[in-house]
């Protein structure tokens, strides 16, 4: 009967998995209708991919195949189904016009070295973005036979995180120089509370201490490192 019980909770944690999954629909003429990050809610219009095929040519939103699988196995501590901070689509006002903004990661539709952070904001006018971080990695010595390391070459290791306003501790070094940055005895930046008005983002790297927060202010973006 524990074999039994076990099998079926196995069955519904793969079909959650399964219904979580996001979702690229396409529409008759094989153009994607709307990208769904399913477990977050977050969807993608048509307006919005339109905008980026026009915009960004080559690039293209990241799907859940441009991860490792190991991520989406719901028996991991640290995977998708498990972990809020996993998302590549997320949707608020992030410039605070009243209009819903769209945060997306990116990566090369030919060149799939190629990565991207980019804000899509609606404007009166339709739509615009902002490239908060793009990088492209050298091609692999040997693509058949990569090294364990080079995994975050062939796949993509960002995830973004949607953070709520408020009072947030942050390391301000904008506009400072070397110097001018408060230490404590240690020697690391002291962080100040800032007050942040408008919902600001996360972007971190999967297995790594690296993460920045990404917050807009005054008519432009800020970016903060935050680490985990």
């Not at 039994?4 to 996001?22: E, K, Q, V």
């Not at 490792?68 to 901070?85: G, H, T, V």
């Not at 903004?101 to 991207?116: M, Q, S, V």
């Not at 709520?164 to 690391?188: C, F, K, M, N, Q």
């Amino acid at each position: 009967m524990r074999r039994i019980a076990w099998l079926a909770g196995m069955l519904l944690i793969a079909r959650a998995c399964i219904a979580d999954t996001p979702v690229l629909e396409p529409k008759e003429d094989g153009a994607p209708t709307k990208l769904a990050n399913a477990a977050r809610g977050t969807v993608l219009p048509v307006a919005v991919l339109r905008y980026l095929k026009q915009a960004l040519p080559e690039y293209r939103p990241v799907t859940p195949s441009d991860y490792d699988p190991s991520w989406f196995n719901p028996l991991r501590k640290y995977s998708a189904p498990r972990m809020s901070i996993f998302n590549w689509v997320l949707r608020a006002d992030f410039d605070g016009n009243g209009d819903v903004d769209y945060a997306l990661l990116l990566r090369g539709g030919e060149d799939e070295d190629l990565k991207a952070f980019v804000v899509v904001r609606a404007t009166e006018n339709g739509w615009t973005h902002d490239i908060l971080d793009a990088y492209r990695w050298p091609p692999l010595p040997d693509p058949d036979k990569p090294a364990p390391g080079d995994i975050y070459q062939r796949n993509v290791s960002q995830v973004i995180r949607l953070v709520s306003p408020g009072l947030h501790s942050l390391v301000l070094t904008e506009g400072l120089s070397p110097d001018a940055i408060p230490l404590d005895r240690y020697g690391e930046p002291i962080p100040t509370r800032k007050a942040l008005l408008l919902p600001s983002i996360v972007c971190s790297a999967l297995e790594s201490c690296s993460a920045d927060q990404y917050y807009w202010e005054k008519g432009k973006w800020h970016q903060v490192y935050v680490g985990m």
